[in-house]
């Protein structure tokens, strides 16, 4: 049951609601650690009419109501203060796979979706750079990776969605059914709908790749062979970051990906014409689900230094191509690699602008644009120290919205 100190009757499903102490902690809580909202209760929903009920329940009487997936958000979007949680984690099963398409529950990882899909060959396109994410808080979000410029986003490959809405109705959404729903659900932050099941878009998998990682000399240079990168689509997936160097200052590199067909591939041919430190170079070739989750080993370390539970005051941002390399080199001037954590890193990657199709996602109009993110590590869980770089991030972003950027969605 759910308190009564309120006294609203509870939503039709007493067995599927928690409101021990334990799982409302768990449901104010996030990766970020630094908002936290407490709900009334959290649904642990049996089947999509579960959160139907749940967000008739709430709509009528007057509580917020928020789906969480695996709770990666950094400031608090999937909390609910007063309100109904649904922990989507339980809904999770794989319905079915095709050859081109999967029909997936939004509590899916997309680990878990690899898992049955990349054994037949297959795998959405554009994935995100982790794979445990779900499926509908990625959707909502956009959900950004390495391969952006070639593949989209996440929710350019979703061929529809199965969604409850703010007045508990089920619904289709798709291009051709209910489109307007479709277009306002896909990166629209959970605001309008519950995603409950999805088809994503499947296509060939690779078996391995080939990936280079390139050190640059500055920022000038290694944006000057992003922009070269995207425009000649040489490599499916592209990623700059500038890194804490070891010996003080900064690292900048680049993170290029090209999927193997049964040739082996002539690397000359794939570095022609950049202007990379080549002596510093290093390749490898390598499965492709081991790409994919290449953030396992750093996620390891830092779960093994208790790390991974400290505060994460992260900030994503888009920013045009036009303002990227004077915003970019006035951020890093003021930003101590302390502030990032050893572990940390600034992501400075191309987005074609042409290649993304999701109404909502706040790119900026430029043909070409770039992520700047400030993905930080504290090597502390000090919470003064956090709301200092919350304090930060802050200024950073109204800096990035006069340069014409905007807050990326993640
Ligand atoms: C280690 C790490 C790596 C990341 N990598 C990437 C990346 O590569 N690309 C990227 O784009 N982002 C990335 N992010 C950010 C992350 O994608 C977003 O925070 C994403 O929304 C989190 O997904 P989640 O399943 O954990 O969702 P949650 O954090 O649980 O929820 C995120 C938002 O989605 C809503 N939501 C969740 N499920 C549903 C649903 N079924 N229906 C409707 N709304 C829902 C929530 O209410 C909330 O608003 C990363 C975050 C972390 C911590």
Redesign the pocket.
């Known amino acids: 049951m759910l308190p009564t100190r309120k006294s609203p009757p509870p939503p039709p499903l007493d067995d599927g609601i928690r409101v021990d102490d334990r799982a409302r902690a768990a449901a104010a809580d996030?990766?970020g650690h630094l908002v936290h909202r407490t709900p009334e209760g959290v649904l642990l929903p049996a089947s999509e009419e579960d959160v139907a009920a749940a967000v008739r329940w709430a709509a009528e009487h007057g509580r917020a109501f928020?789906?969480?997936?695996?709770?990666?958000?950094?400031f608090g979007?999937?909390q609910a203060g007063g309100g109904i949680v649904?922990d989507?984690r339980p809904l999770r099963t794989v319905h079915a796979i095709e050859d081109d398409r999967a029909v997936v529950d939004?509590?899916a990882?997309w680990r878990e979706v690899l898992a049955a899909t990349l054994p037949r060959g297959l795998a959405p396109p554009g994935l995100?750079?982790?794979l445990?994410?779900?499926?509908?808080?990625?959707?909502?979000?956009?959900?950004?990776?390495s391969g952006i410029s070639r593949f989209g986003?996440?929710s350019d490959n979703v061929l529809d969605l199965q969604?409850v809405t703010g007045r508990g109705e089920r619904l289709v959404a798709s291009p051709a059914r209910n489109p307007g729903l479709f277009d306002a659900?896909r990166a629209g932050?959970?605001q309008v709908?519950?995603?409950?099941r999805a088809t994503l878009r499947l296509v060939p998998a690779p078996r391995r790749v080939r990936r280079f990682l390139l050190v640059y000399p500055d920022l000038a240079t290694m944006l000057a062979d992003e922009r070269l990168l995207a425009h000649e689509r040489r490599f499916e997936r592209v990623q700059g970051a500038v890194l804490p160097a070891p010996s003080g200052g900064w690292t900048f590199r680049l993170d290029l990906v090209k999927e193997l067909p049964a040739d082996p591939p002539d690397d000359d041919a794939l570095l022609a014409g950049l202007s990379d430190d080549r002596p510093r170079a290093e390749s490898s070739t390598l499965p492709y689900l081991e790409y994919l989750d290449r953030?396992a080993a750093l996620?390891r370390l830092l779960r093994s230094e208790g790390r991974w539970s400290f505060p994460?005051p992260?900030l994503?941002t888009f920013v045009g191509d036009p303002a990227v390399e004077s915003v970019a080199a006035a951020e890093l001037a003021g930003l101590a690699p302390a502030d990032l954590g050893p572990l940390g890193q600034v992501v400075v990657s191309p987005i074609l602008r042409e290649s993304v199709r999701t109404p909502l996602l706040r790119l900026p109009p430029d043909p070409l644009g770039f992520t700047f993110n400030l993905v930080r590590f504290p090597p502390t869980d000090d919470a003064a120290e956090a709301r200092g770089l919350v304090t930060a991030n802050r200024a950073v972003y109204e800096r990035v919205r006069a340069a014409g950027g905007d807050r990326?969605?993640?």
């Open positions: 996030d990766f928020a789906a969480q997936g695996g709770r990666h958000s950094v979007r999937g649904a989507m939004a509590g990882t995100p750079d982790y445990d994410l779900s499926v509908g808080g990625t959707l909502v979000v956009g959900g950004v990776g986003v996440l969604v659900v932050l959970g709908a519950v995603v409950t953030l996620e994460h992260w994503t990326g969605t993640a």
